[in-house]
């Protein structure tokens, strides 16, 4: 019965690390959201501030599995390179290390003063009434419930310890791909490597010996780098070429680092004894080390090697002919960095508003050019604007799922109104079309002064798409302003083109035949320009 509840305890502890762990994350990431975006916007082909980028990140988010699938994501979305991702990742294997310090640390006793943290960050969570400090409540809660799980996988190590049998079975286990291989197994099924080392950790705390006591201990942990990488293996299904290459990279270079620390490690028997022994005194602090000089002297070794691996990745996984993506910048794996993904948003609203305005462009010029063999295009055209709208819609509905910041929600409901405006722009274009049948199948005809007020008017809402689009992607009050001016100007060409138009048929010039297209032409323009203000004022 004593070993069933450790056991019970030992599972516990470990469901409970995982959930602090993940409410840690979830909300150092919420805290640091703009810092995140402001990191991955700076990244650049330089390997060194990418690696600091991935160390700096998985630090934050205490996470490599999630840098990665963040990582996998960006490469998927286009937004960066094979080489930028490459040393983001070898920063992000340093990054996790914090994990297994902050395990070691049970070792000390003021872990059970460590614990008050859930009770203090709970009370923050339901008395606080700002968004910020309820967060910081949560961080301590998560930072909270992992020493808790520390001190429950310490129970229960301590139980196992009373048994000579569980005592032999791990003594026994000397076998190096065997404890690597153990490593691997549990560390895919729990999907961290930092839960794994933590129970690691803890046996080492209540003097449970794996093998010998040599180096044993430690291909378990390196067997749980590799088993991480199975988190962004599975995170590539279905995603693009690039980003499948992104998670072959973090494959093959935690498995080379790891191949190349067994042989270490065979070679020098007594390295933890004679070199970590040395150093800390405590063995839960040696595995800790060894964890983190594992991953620093691997990314130190293979980073000027960077493109070696991008290299291997694309012989391994070669390019597709024929296979391109619906969507330029959105990925379902940036979700849980809503910054990151609201920027993304950002970008593909304007690869939307692009076509919508080069729909209305195309069907006001076939008209000035009496050309109806083009009416198919501006369909098929219309037709991408509207899939764009319904992928963009999709991914905004999944995004306002997850935990936003006040910022955030308004910028979201903000995009819903502005592709649903863009649309609207799109769909002007049909009409367009429509007018230049009439114009074409019954032979209208227009004044060259007709002709050239349409042309002006057009003129000043392409001035407006500009403005428009300079307002959306960095909006100030001078550009607002620039918006309205331009709107007004639309408005007062409309009047004045239709009381032309009406002056001409007063005096016979025109035939009252062309008045119905030419004032739903420009009332249609009209329309356009009226979106284009409501986009303008949408962010506000």
Excluded at 11 to 32: C, E, H, T, W
Excluded at 289 to 299: A, E, G, R
Excluded at 393 to 399: D, G, I, P, W
Aim: with cysteine; aromatic share 6%; hydrophobic share 50%.
């Amino acid at each position: 019965m004593q070993y069933i509840e450790a056991i019970l305890m030992m599972l516990g502890g470990v469901g409970a690390l995982l959930i602090g762990m993940g409410m840690l994350s979830d909300n150092m990431r919420k805290i640091a959201n703009t810092k995140l975006e402001e990191l991955f916007n700076k990244t650049t082909n330089n390997r060194l501030m990418g690696f600091g980028i991935g160390l700096g990140t998985t630090a934050i988010v205490q996470s490599s599995s999630i840098t990665t699938v963040m990582v996998v994501g960006l490469v998927n979305a286009g937004v960066l390179s094979l080489l930028q991702a490459t040393a983001i990742i070898m920063g992000a294997n340093v990054g996790t290390t914090v994990t297994a310090q902050i395990a070691s640390l049970q070792a000390f006793d003021f872990i059970i003063f460590a614990m008050i943290l859930a009770f203090i960050g709970a009370f923050m969570t339901l008395l606080a009434k700002k968004d910020r400090v309820k967060t910081i409540g949560k961080v301590l809660s998560g930072l909270g419930i992992v020493f808790i799980a520390l001190h429950l996988l310490g129970g229960s190590m301590d139980s196992f310890k009373q048994s000579d049998e569980i005592v032999n079975l791990l003594a026994s286990l000397s076998n190096p791909f065997l404890l690597l291989l153990i490593g691997l197994v549990i560390t895919a099924i729990f999907q961290s490597s930092s839960a794994v080392t933590a129970i690691v950790i803890s046996m080492s705390i209540a003097g449970i010996v794996i093998g010998d006591g040599g180096n044993d201990a430690l291909f378990v942990i390196l067997g749980t780098n590799i088993g991480t990488t199975v988190t962004a293996l599975i995170s590539s299904i279905g995603a693009n070429t690039n980003a499948k290459r992104a998670s072959i990279i973090h494959v093959l270079f935690n498995v080379t680092g790891s191949l190349i620390f067994i042989v270490f490690l065979l070679l020098w028997p007594g390295f933890k004894t004679d070199i970590l022994a040395t150093l800390f005194r405590k063995e839960a602090t040696q595995i800790a080390m060894i964890h983190t000089f594992f991953n620093l002297t691997c990314s130190l070794l293979f980073l000027p090697f960077a493109q070696v691996f991008v290299k291997i990745s694309e012989k391994l996984i070669p390019d597709k002919e024929g296979k391109h993506r619906q969507t330029v910048v959105l990925d379902e794996r940036l979700l849980t960095t809503p910054s990151i993904a609201v920027t993304q948003l950002k970008k593909e609203t304007v690869i939307m508003a692009e076509n919508a305005m080069e729909c209305l462009r195309s069907g006001f010029n076939a008209f000035i050019e009496k050309d109806v063999t083009v009416k198919d295009t501006i369909q098929t055209m219309i037709r991408n604007t509207n899939r764009i709208n319904k992928q963009i819609t999709s991914y905004l509905v999944k995004l306002s799922g997850e935990n936003l910041n006040f910022q955030e929600k308004i910028e979201v409901s903000a995009l819903y109104h502005i592709i649903n405006d863009l649309e609207r722009v799109s769909d002007l274009a049909d009409n367009l079309t429509k007018y230049t049948d009439t114009l074409v199948y019954e032979k209208l005809h227009f004044t060259d002064n007709a002709m050239n007020d349409l042309k002006e008017m057009f003129s000043v809402i392409e001035e407006l798409f500009a403005a428009t689009m300079e307002v959306f992607t960095q909006p100030t009050q001078e550009k607002i302003d620039l918006v309205d001016v331009l709107e007004q100007k639309v408005d007062d060409l409309r009047k004045s083109i239709v009381d032309s138009h009406i002056a001409r048929l007063e005096e016979g010039i025109c035939s009252p035949d062309s008045s119905p297209v030419l004032i739903n032409l420009v009332s249609n323009l009209e329309r356009a320009a009226d979106h284009m203000q409501f986009i303008a004022h949408a962010k506000y």
